[in-house]
Antibody, heavy 123, light 113 residues
Framework: QLQLQESGPGLVKPSETLSLTCTVSGGSISSTSYYWGWIRQPPGKGLEWIGS???????YYNPSLKSRVTISVDTSKNQFSLKLSSVTASDTAVYYC???????????????WGQGALVTVSS | DIVMTQSPDSLAVSLGERATINCKSSQSVLYSSNNKNYLGWYQQKPGQPPKLLIY???TRESGVPDRFSGSGSGTDFTLTISSLQAEDVAVYYC?????????FGQGTRLEIK
């Protein structure tokens, strides 16, 4: 059974960079059939897609965050990572990693999710 | 961006009764080349990640009880729970994956009456 687990600091200072890693077990992150993505959810609010990366390296970002976001993959560790720069209090949220089916240029629904990691932006 | 609007925002239904949640997209999510609607439904319980219920608007994910069903095409979609169970109390979200950025509805909170 595929499992995803987020890890990283739970507290980040304003203007600094938020960094999270998603470790994938029970499946290969190098699979040709999937994208690996990040979604966030501010406390008590709805879901916002951050971005997704294909095994080939193609990466798609939400334009609302694109200037501050980087998603990278480490196939040797079966992990993918999120970096969000210049954070403010409005970036406080639970951050989820997830797997999406897809093909070149198309990504689909999220069928597996991590449990989520709460990141608070505060000095 | 495609805006997803759900209705109602909250819903209270008696146990055993039918629950219906609507989702409307600001533009069609039907891809004519394969006649598929790029629309999914998720269930989120407190303190848990969202769980995929339905994809391609009407295909039930493996393991999801058959009391959950999805319907609709183009811009108007419905999630129906045919006979509400206590464990169905949750927030439900629709999501379009027709075009980037992926967008979600604002959520519908389902409670027991």
């Amino acid at each position: 059974q595929l499992q995803l687990q987020e890890s990283g600091p739970g507290l980040v200072k304003p203007s600094e960079t938020l960094s999270l890693t998603c470790t994938v077990s029970g499946g290969s992150i190098s699979s040709t059939s999937y994208y690996w993505g990040w979604i966030r959810q501010p406390p008590g609010k709805g879901l916002e897609w951050i971005g997704s990366r294909y095994y080939s390296g193609s990466t798609y970002y939400n334009p609302s965050l694109k200037s501050r976001v980087t998603i990278s993959v480490d196939t040797s560790k079966n992990q993918f990572s999120l970096k969000l720069s210049s954070v403010t209090a409005s970036d406080t949220a639970v951050y989820y990693c997830g797997r999406q089916g897809g093909t070149t240029g198309w990504f689909y629904y999220f069928d597996f999710w991590g449990q989520g990691a709460l990141v608070t932006v505060s000095s | 961006d495609i805006v997803m609007t759900q209705s109602p925002d909250s819903l209270a239904v008696s146990l055993g009764e039918r629950a219906t949640i609507n989702c409307k997209s600001s533009q069609s999510v039907l891809y004519s080349s394969n006649n598929k609607n790029y629309l999914g439904w998720y269930q989120q319980k407190p303190g848990q990640p969202p769980k995929l219920l339905i994809y391609w608007a009407s295909t039930r994910e493996s393991g999801v009880p058959d009391r959950f069903s999805g319907s609709g095409s183009g811009t108007d979609f419905t999630l129906t729970i045919s006979s509400l169970q206590a464990e169905d109390v949750a927030v439900y979200y629709c999501q379009q994956y027709y075009s980037s950025p992926i967008t979600f509805g604002q959520g519908t909170r389902l409670e027991i009456k």
